[in-house]
Every structure is written in C-alpha cells, then in structure tokens.
C-alpha cells in the first residue's frame, strides 16, 4: 500500500487534542492553524466540544467525514482502543509519539510487538513510535515541534528530532533550500525506511533524500530499495553508533539494533548512497546533490583568489579522491588573457590579485574554466562575495554581475560550481544571488570541499551503477539435487556442521574447482590413492565428532611412502578414538599437498541487518592482525568480486612479489561468485569458511573447507 | 637577538609612503591613524613633505628619532638601497612585501639570497619578503589590509594571507576571542618559524600559538624550539601541501620547500605541537586551548538533551581517541536525583527532557559530572542557549542562569567544559555569557568534539612530554675512534658506500649484536671458518664496486660442506671478475645462514627539512606493499625506539604468531637506539639501511647493512 494517504493526508485527527498550552494536543492544532494546513483539522478529545475554534470529537469514530491520518498524543496504555477505533474509521496510518516502547529493553521490546499486532490486526500504518512527528512542508502539514521549517527540495528521514531541528535550522540560516518532508523515524517498528524511500522516489518535490540512521531493522530491503532509488535520485546519509560508546548511546535511544558493521558503509556505497561521516557536512551534501548536476569525470578545477585556501582545497579533494587535473593549454591560454602575469593557470588557479579591482573576473574564469572539455566541476574558494565589504562598496555591482553570469552559466550548462566565500555568514546580495542560481555557498572550506566532492561520488556511481548487484537474493535458485540432498542428510542426522568431504563436494558440485581427493577407510585405500596421483599428500581424520581435526592428532602432512601413509592412518584412527571415544568415524581423507602459493581466506556469515555476507582477505597475518579484508553483501556477481579483491590493501601481493609469481585471479573472482551462488542456493547454511586457500600461478588449491547450517531447522 | 623591537616597535616607517589612496603606503599610514598606534610613525618619500598630517622624509636617514622597524611597500630593485639606508639609521627590522623571489622559481631564489646577504650585511632582519605583512594587535600596530583585528591571546603565524583573514574573521564572527599578533611569514627568507616561536613563548599575553604553514625552511630548529614552547603553551598547525596536486599549489605559493611528509606530522606531535587537519577546526582549537586548561587524564563526558547529537559526539571522540568512561555509581545517582526517569545517567548523560521546562538543570547535572573524580572534561551539546528562542522566552532567564554557575564552575575549578549549541550563530545572551566565562560555544558539532578532544591531547602530551626527545643532536659526541677511521678510509679511498663488513663492524663498535663472520680471502679460509662455528653458512663479494651483491653471482646460501664451500668461494670470485673486470676485490664475507624470524628493517635518511631520520618496519610486503612503518626525527632514546616499534599496524605480530614465537623487542629497542647514536656520531653519514634483519625469540640476525656517505665530504 502507498505511503500517499499518510504522507499526504487531506484530513487529520488529533487524538488527544487539548486546551492546555503546554500539551502536544494543543500545540498541534495551534500549528496547523498557524502554518494554515489546507486540509481538514478534527481535535479528538471526550472531555472538549471545542478547541481553537474547532469542533472536537469524543472519538475518531464519531468524525463523518473522511479521516486520512491520526496524530496521537495520548499515553501508551491508551494506544490499543485508539487503534481499534481507527481501524473502525478506516484511517490509513497513525503516528504514535508516545516512548516506552523498544527503546527501554526487553519488556519495552515486547509492548512494541503488541503494538503492531494490534496496528496490522486494524489494517492501520504506523510511524514510530517514540517519533518527534512528521511534517509535509509544501502542504503546510507540520505535526513537530519546529517553527515554519524552511521549505525545499530534501525529504528528511530521520532517528532524532535533535538532529532534525539542526538540519533545519542549518538549512534556513545557510541556505535557501529546504525540504519536501520531514519524517521522524523513531523505533521504525511498521513503516520501515524502504518504504519512506519508494515514496520519495516517486515524490516530484523531491529532488534528494537526506537521512539520518542510528539502526535498522531491515538492512536488505533497505539496501534493495536504496539501489533502485539512487538511480533517480541521490540519498546521503549518515550512520552513527559506529564506535562502541556510540552503539551504547543509541541504543538506549532508538531501540534499534545500532552499530551497523563496516559491512553496511560498504554496501551502502555499493547501492549508490552517500555516505556521510562528518555531521557538519551532511546538509550541505544534500543541498548540492538536490540542486546541481552531478560531475561525470571525477575531475574538478579549483579557482581562488589566494594560495593558501587554493593549497588546502587541493589537499582535501585529492584526500577525497577527486582529481585535479591540469587544464587544457587553450584553457590556460585563455586564462592568461584574463588574468594578471603572476596568476598560476593550470589548475588550482590563482587569480593573483586579477579579481581585486574588478570581481566580474571570476566569471569570466569560470566560464572559460568550464569550457575545458576535461573539467567536470568547479570549486571556487576565497573571498568573492565580500570584494565590496573588505576592499570598496563600489565592486558590489560587479560581484552581483559575476553571481549573475556563474548562475547562469550552471543553469544552462550541466556543469556544477560550489563557492566557498569567507563572506558567507555576512549574506551580501552577490551570495544571494548565486543561492537564487541554486549555486551553494559554504564558509567552511571542508563544507565546500565535500559538497563538491559528492557531485564527484554521484557521478561515478551512476556512471558504473550496472555493475552492482541489486541485493535482490533468490533463494534455492541455483540449488542441486545432489546439494540439497548433503545437506537434508547432515539435517536429518542433527548436524550442524558439514563434513570437510561435504563441504567441499558442495562447492565440487556448484563449479569449484577441488583438488582430487579421496575418503579412505582403510590403509590400503589411502596408500593406493597416493601413489596413484604420485605426489606427497596429507591424511586428515572425517568424523561429525570431531571438529578440531588437529587437536586430536587427526592430521598428517607431507606423506609419499606407502610405509608411512599406513602408519600414520593407523595413528590417525587411534587417536580420533582416544580423543573421542564412541566417534562416528567416517573415514580419512587422502589429499594431495597443497602447492606453495599465495594464502587467502574466503568467508560468509549472515549479518543481523543485512542477511548473507561475504568476506575475502589474504590469509594469516593479513587477515588475523591487520583485519585486511573486505565485505560485500550477497549476492556478488565476478565483476563485485573483482573490486573485493582489489580493495584489500594487501591486493598487489597477488600480483606478484619477490619471486612469488601472480596468482590466479580469474579462478578466484569465479570461486567467489560460486561461493555467491552456494549461499543464494542453499538458505539453510548459516556460514561457511574457506580456509586456508591457497592460490597459484594456475588454479587454486582449497585446504579445507567448513560450512555451518543454521540452527533449528525443521528435518 | 631578540625579535621585541621588530614586533613591538616604538616607532615604524612606511617607507614608500604615499598620497595615492589606493596605494600601501597611504593604507598602511592611514590604519596606523585609524587604529590609534601609539608609537610615533615616520613616512618616508622623497616626492613628498606631508602625508596624512604627518611630516614625510627623504630617506630614512633623515629621520632624527630612534627607528625600530620599517615597513617597505616598495619594488624589489629599491630594496638595496633601502637596506642600506636602514642599516646606517639602525633600524632593527623591516617587512618586505614585494614579491617575485622565491616563489617564482630559481631566479627568484637567486634574487632572494642576494636579498638576505644585504640585511645581513647591514645588520638588519627581515620579515617576508611576499607576506601580507604584520600586526601587533594590543599595541594597534596593523601594517596589513585588514580592519580592526580582533584582540585576544593566541598569536598567529600564517603563511597565506587569506587564511589569516579567514582566522581574523572567524574570530570576530563566532567568539569573543582573538589575536595578540599576526605576522605574514611569507617565504621565511630571513627570521625563521622557530625565532617567531621562541619570541611568543615569552610573551605574557599570548596563551596558545597558531600556525598556518606550507613549507618550513628549518624544521629542526622549528622542533627544537617548539619542544620548548609546547611544554609552556599549546602550538597548534595545520601544514597544507600535503598531497601531491596541494605541494604544487603550495610551491608556486610560499615558495618554501613544501610538502613536509609524514614524517612531520609525527615529529610535530612529538614536539608537543596540535596537528589540525580540517581547517574548520583550526581556530576553534586554538580558542579552547588559550582559554581552557587541558585534560588530565583524556576521559570526558557528554551532556546531552536528545540522542541523535549524544550518539554523534560519543563516536566522533571516539576515532579521535578521547574516553568516555561509564561514571561512578556515586554521580549516576547525583544525576538521577535530578533528571526524570527516561533520563539516560551513564555517559553520555541525557536528560530525557530534564531541561524543557527548566535549563538551569544543565548546570547542575555539569556540577555533578565534574565532580567525578574519573572525568577530565565535559562536553555539552544540544540547544543549551535556544530555550528561550526554541520554547518560551520565560526560560532565558534560566538559560542565564545555568551559564554563570558553569561559568564559575570552570573558571573556578581545573576542568574545561566545551559546549556546541545550535543557536550559536543567533548569540542569545545565555551564550553570550558563556563566551564571557571563555567557555568556547559551536555550532559545528565536529568542531566542538574537536576542541574538546585537543584539550586531552595536549594534556596526554603533558604528562608525557618527559619521555620525548628534544630534537638536539649532538653531532660526534658518541663516534668512536675505530668508527672515524672506518669513515675516513672510505673517503681517502673515493668511495661513498661502506663496504658490508664496515657497515657491520661501525655497528658493532657501537654496541650492536652482529653475528660472528669473516672476511675470508682464500677458500680454504672460508671452510675453515664453516667448520669452526658447525653452522650452515652464506658466502657474500666483498668489493667496493660491486654493490648489487645479488646480480653479480657473489651471494651463495646454505653451504656445510668444505667441498662446497671452496667451489662457491672460487666461483664467487670469477663472477665477480666477469661482472666487473678490474674490482678490486677484498675477499668473500662467510657468515653463519640466519635462523629463522621475523624480518624486519631499519633505515635512516637525510630529510631534506628535518635532518637525520629513521624508519622502522615489518620486512617484506608489509613495507613494500603495506608501506607499514613508522618514523622519528633522530636522536631516538631506546623508550621512543618501543612507541615506533609499537605504532606499526602489524606490530603485535612481534609478540608471537602461528607458532612464530614472540620476537626479542628489547634488542631491536637497544639496535634502533644504537643506530640513532650512529647518526649522531658521525655526521658524514647520508643513509643507512639494515635488511634484512630477522629477529629471533632471543637476539637478533643482522644479515645486510649498508651505509651511504654524504656527497662531496673533503678528504
């Protein structure tokens, strides 16, 4: 069901409506009268006839007319008959403000369960609750407690109401944009945030969707949501609970599970978000990603009137990883027309004290700055804007003629230009005018860095969205008979954990590539087994029983002799006995030794949020003592596994080094998407672990391989 | 000689004084007017008689008062003839503003040297040339183009005037704090980082030193001075120039060597000195250093009134290290006594809506929190000051209220409170107030947490600063007769790299553990040699012109048997003979094979702005691909040689890992200490390398060393 009813309602109850000022209930409708929300207004409250000149209602049920959405101020003990009535009236959604829900602890955890029982049992959506509210600005729709928020292009979801009041407040001292919507998300316990995106999406107002996230409860369709949203329209968020105090902190707010894991900053990326760290730059990304084009090629030049902003500038955008490049010879050119002898005109320009008697000069460098072909945006940094405040009130109008000439100069071409301006703050008209031109304006040359910056990021993931995945799961899809039947086996003898000769038939099974090996059950076999492939190989004890092979003296490395091989499978068996007695033996398995090569690890688990993930490192210290590794959400597909292997720092190690020739990365990339579609196949595994793996030259060699399935599930 | 009468001159001359109003020379006298400067000014042309009142000379050889500084605004090709004239009146110092020197490239440079011969010649020192100028602000000296300078106590030191405008401006649009000083380094051709430095730490009104820099022309003086002042005052930097498109911009700016490398953030920090990175954050650190005192013990906490703003704070002081500990059950129960229940009291505090209908409650709930003997800091933030804007004016008085008790709270106790408040910008009495208590208030909550956590910074430094180094280098005072002699022999025989065996033998005169090997120079030799010690052994060329002992077929590994030895030892030698016909060979190094470790290196070098460093590192890929290592300035005492060791990302693999035992990290403490005693003894050295070097569980194997001497030594 569409959001639009409650979103957009053309009616709504106050339920709870008071005339006492300090109450919700009052200050409600004071506000809707006051911001003069269009729609119809109808107080709820049994003991009143009339509040603020308005018919009130002894309940939702008595309203005849229509009743889209209800604001509901009263406790939580109140909430169940409220919800029955509304179900009765056939109110589309409910906001419920009230706290004492999942945000206090177990018991909170299960009032919020029966809360939503009782919403969905009344076909009635739900935001929050424990919510600051929700506002619809362009229908002057303001159920929070700010003021005239300003009005805008940026729908805000959002898990505090501090955090959206400083978004608002930001927005209406540092800019002329503002937003479409602002929702408080509290517990998110119905509407999840999926389902506020796929709105926005659809919303023509809004051009950017702005988020600020302490938990969430449903990861995937999120993610799902997100890949398909960020194609039309930019979503910039931030996460916070990263760090330990902060998970603590939002716990104990939102009762959502916080702390999402670097996995989640990294498949946030993958589905196109911009993901914000710095609180202080999160509107002014919005603002730009809602109001510019987005930079196609990476690449930005900087204008300045100074070294020093011009330095720094260059230091941060190349630490955000955009590219500077020099300009054009012709562009250079061009510019030394313009410009005084001593300017720099390759790229930042420094204009050299060229703008200081007359600032129309800045346009004239920018445009010429944004006719290079290799130039995809344009920072400028210093002082414009304040040329008629430090130097004389008469280069005011020639300010106010390059604002004119930038504004349209970015109006008619598909090129971005932010301006840093020290004067930003003192707000002179030439400011005004580049914000009238949609061109954001920024004191904070970080603020302005970043803006930039993310025009940059947008740019580069729309132009290689198609290589993402799209999060979308199809379970059991790619199964095999012979795979469900392993696992249905392990199932119906209550085991948890494949056997090494399962796990790795599994992976036989979906196209990975394992060497020949074979489960012996006697000497002879195994002694047989080995001089037929004719190289050393290792004996490793096969028993459900036993899950540390090597604690309990099951392995032997670096066998040939048919003498040895016997002996040492004697031993094996022995010992497994002694360590476990009464062991279900299954046998010991006969394989070759791995060649040398290059040790890596290949992991999957199921995240709480996001479901099946998958982990890639460079095996031992790489991975145990430098946490070298990287995530990806499943399903991957070869491309995704090719970044993963490249986004390791250690990456270039399998390139080859000192003597060690490159490895084999073609069959890796396919071993990960196999490992992809295993897990896509089978829902029942909960985690599987490829360790070690050793990669050469040619091929792979898989050591040993462990799957775990997931618990209680029916035989 | 000191800089006091250059920086706080009792009389200028504007030399090149003029009538033209948009000249400097008419700007600088007319300021100098305006601004009430007390000390007597003394205009110098020869065109005019009276300028702006005052009477105008010739030459300043004409003025019949004592000079203390002159302030030239004339072109470079006057300057001689200026300098002159000043040396002859006595002038202690002049400011140059003309450009076109260093900066512009090689001919510049020649000109600028030219320049520093003529002061010094005439005794006369120089600020600039290419600054902005100088301001002594208490004494309302401004000799730059901007107006009304806020006042305050941190002096400013900034290479780039732009960024000294946006400093100035920050400082008067949100703070009541400003400037003793300002001085325009400019390219820092005459009075260096260091002679400012030492000037400021001696002057009373100055409480905390800023520095905008891009490139340092002495920066081990700079650290040596700055070892000094931090233990008095706070320094806080931000270097720009950083990468490699911010050196260029950097280079065509200052004109100074730019682009200090990583290895000066990490001797600035142990120098005591604030390293900011996000120029947002430069002043507002600065401000909180002056003004409050810093935190003992690095554990803060935070006030909160809503979740989303206590979450971001506890994460973002989080990465920036700074504690924030659970507090005692004691304060937990102070809170609780005042906060309502839905109050959270650990740390982060929220007061759950504790201060809606009264915000004094945030002084009091600050009381308890300070009160707590565990906590070093407190951090507020939320909409402190907005109360009375946000909700009803009948709160103000409150909010005025809670001020003055935490204003007297840190002004009459040893812990600092930050705060950040939304309604910074709107100034409400309340804040101002704070401000007025020199309690710092932002509205960026990045900054805030910033601030905050440069208190704990500077106060970890503090308590430590004992176990740093001071950056003194004692050239010789540790070389040992035998070491001189190795060196000197080298240079009698033109060679600039030592030969393995000296290289091996200078450390071992030093104290360093090397292995029992010879210098064999028959076959029979090197067997003999073998058998002794019973060990396999490595046969390495000695020559001084073979330098890749590799490529020439002069190593050989893991020979036992005397057969083998004395055909790899002849071998060896007719390799040699065919790699290089003519070496003068000196023999074949025989060593016992190294057992197995972990490799490591260590190696020293000359930077270009520092002198002597040195690097340590894990060998292998963790250099040449993890680039994992850490460097000092040299001297290093043996308690700075564990932090380097320990500061390596893979630096808990020395402690033992998948049967490596843990590694003997006091030796490689004592080798690294030794290896810095080494540089300091002999000051013809350009670079050392030890690699590999394999630590064992006791002691260590040093299996090359090679060591470079500096170019151009005399015989």
Known sequence: MSLKRILNPESVAIVGASKDETKRGFQAIRRLLEEKYEGQIFPVNPKESRILGLKCYAAITDIKDNVDLAYITTPAKTLPTILKACGEKGVAGVIVIAGGFGETGSEGKEREKKLIEEARKNNVRLIGPNTSGMINVHEKLNLVGFREPPRGNIALLCQSGNMALTLMTEASVKSFQGYTYYIGVGNEADIRFHEYLDFFSQDEKTKAILMYVEGMRDGRRFLQQAYKTTREKPI???????????????????????????????????????????????????????????????????????????????????????????????????????????????????????????????????????????????????????????????????????????????????????????????????????????????????????????????????????????????????????????????????????????????????????????????????????????????????????????????????????????????????????????????????????????????????????????????????????????????????????????????????NGFRGIPPCDKKTLRRLLSICSDLIESYPEIEEMDLNPLILHEEGLSLVDARIILKENIPK
């Open 236 to 654: 910039i968020l931030l996460k916070s609970g990263r760090t330990t105090t902060g998970k603590k902190s939002a716990g104990s707010h939102t009762g959502a599970l916080a702390g999402i894991s670097e996995v989640a900053k990294t498949a946030f990326k993958r589905a196109g978000i911009i993901v914000i760290e710095n609180p202080d730059e999160l509107f002014s990304a919005a603002e730009t990603l809602a109001n510019l084009p987005p930079i196609k090629n990476n690449k930005v030049a900087i204008l300045a009137d100074g070294g020093g902003h011009a330095t720094i500038a260059a230091d941060i955008l190349s630490d955000l990883g955009v590219e500077i490049p020099r300009l054009s010879e012709h562009t250079q050119n061009k510019l030394r027309q313009i410009l005084p002898e001593a300017a720099s005109v390759r790229n930042p320009v420094d204009v050299a004290g060229g703008t200081d008697s007359d600032p129309s000069v800045f346009a004239y460098c920018a445009k010429a700055i944004l006719k290079d072909s290799d130039i995809g945006g344009l920072l400028i940094v210093g002082l414009f804007g304040g040329y008629s405040i430090r130097f004389a009130k008469s280069l005011e109008l020639m300010e106010e003629d390059a604002a004119h000439m930038m504004g349209k100069l970015v109006r008619d071409g598909k090129k971005p230009i932010v301006l840093h301006s020290l004067y930003s703050s003192a707000k002179p008209h030439s400011l005004n005018l580049m914000r009238y031109y949609k061109i954001p304006v920024y004191d904070a040359l970080n603020v302005a860095c970043k803006s930039i910056s993310v025009l940059a990021e947008y740019g580069n993931y729309l132009r290689r969205y198609k290589e993402k995945a799209n999060f979308v799961l199809k379970w059991g899809s790619k199964s095999k008979p012979e795979g469900k039947d392993i696992i249905k086996n392990a199932i119906r003898e209550n085991r948890r954990v494949l056997l090494e000769t399962e796990a790795k038939r599994l992976l036989q099974i979906h196209g990975a590539p394992i060497n020949k090996e074979i489960l012996a059950t006697t000497a002879g076999e195994a002694a047989a087994f080995a001089e037929k492939i004719g190289k050393d190989v290792v004996l490793k004890i096969v028993s459900p029983d036993i899950l540390h092979k090597s604690d309990s003296g099951g392995v032997r490395l670096h066998l040939r002799k048919k003498k040895d091989i016997e002996r040492a499978f004697k031993e094996i068996v022995q010992n497994a006995r002694k360590y476990s007695p009464g062991a279900d033996i299954r046998g010991v398995l006969v394989a070759p030794m791995a060649e040398d090569g290059v040790e890596v690890i290949i992991g999957t688990k199921n995240d709480a949020q996001f479901g099946p993930v998958i982990m890639f490192g460079l095996g031992g210290i790489m991975v145990e003592i430098l946490k070298d590794v990287s995530f990806r959400v499943l399903p991957i597909s070869t491309s995704a596994a090719k970044y993963m292997i490249e986004e390791i720092r250690s990456s270039s190690l399998l």
